[in-house]
Structure formats: C-alpha cells, structure tokens
C-alpha cells in the first residue's frame, strides 16, 4: 500500500543538541526490530558502513511497542515516522536523523469477502498500482 523511509526516532530530553547520525548511535541504547526484518538488515548494515557498534537495548517485532518503548526514553527507535505520528505532533517524541536507504513497506492483505467493505474499496481503489500488486500476490498464494 505504502512504503516510509525509517528514521532514528527518540523523545527530545534524551536527544538533547543531537549529532551526527553516528554520533547518535554511538551515544544512545537503540530499540531494533528483529534479526528477521528487512529493516534490522538494513540498519545492521547501515551501522557497518558508519562503523559504528550500536548498544541495542531491545529487539522488538511489534511497532506500537518499539513506540512505547522510545516514549519510555529507554532508547532511540528505528521506525517509520508514520508510526509515532500523534507523539511527534504532541511533542513527546522527535526524528533525531533519517536511515538513509532504510524504508518500511505497508501491505494490505485482503480475503474475497460477501460483503466487501467499501472503505476498504476506495483505499484500494485510490493506490491501485500496489492494490493490483497486493491481489496479484494473494493470487499467487492461492
């Protein structure tokens, strides 16, 4: 449905004056997602080409946790800003630094339905080109 470029996100006290992103992850615990997302590879070699060790302080596979968890000030979070949208217009947390090359995709899995709900119809409806990817691969799956 969408795709987000990832970012460093944490709450302002901890971040202070910022840095460099090395800087950042040299000073600051992060909260990763798994080894097994996309995500933690990129970021993984993202932090060999800095050359940089990060102190990671929880390895998360939900989002709304790696959000609570960043809103604890346990750590800077690697997430797409979208996910921490309503604490970054609140206040209570900031993109410290963007991960270059580092995005999130979005998918939409969808089931034949009797009833079809037509929200969902007119969101698929206006990013067509990924609905049609999305149907195709659910095609595929059988």
Do not use: C, W
Request: aromatic share 2%.
């Amino acid at each position: 449905m969408a795709e987000q470029q990832v970012s460093l996100v944490g709450t302002p006290e901890r971040l202070g004056d910022g840095g460099s992103l090395a800087d950042l992850l040299r000073l600051h615990p992060v909260i990763l997602p798994s080894t097994d997302s996309g995500v933690r590879t990129g970021f993984d070699a993202l932090a060999d080409r800095l050359d940089v060790r990060p102190r990671i302080v929880a390895e998360v596979d939900d989002m709304a946790m790696m959000r609570l968890l960043a809103l604890e000030g346990i750590g800077l979070a690697v997430v797409p800003p979208i996910v921490v949208k309503d604490e970054m217009t609140a206040g209570r947390l900031v993109v410290a630094d963007h991960l270059p090359g580092i995005t999130e995709t979005f998918y939409a899995v969808i089931q034949p339905r009797r009833f079809p709900n037509p929200l969902l119809r007119e969101l698929l409806h206006t990013h067509q080109p990924l609905a049609s990817q999305v149907v195709s691969i659910a095609s595929d799956r059988g």
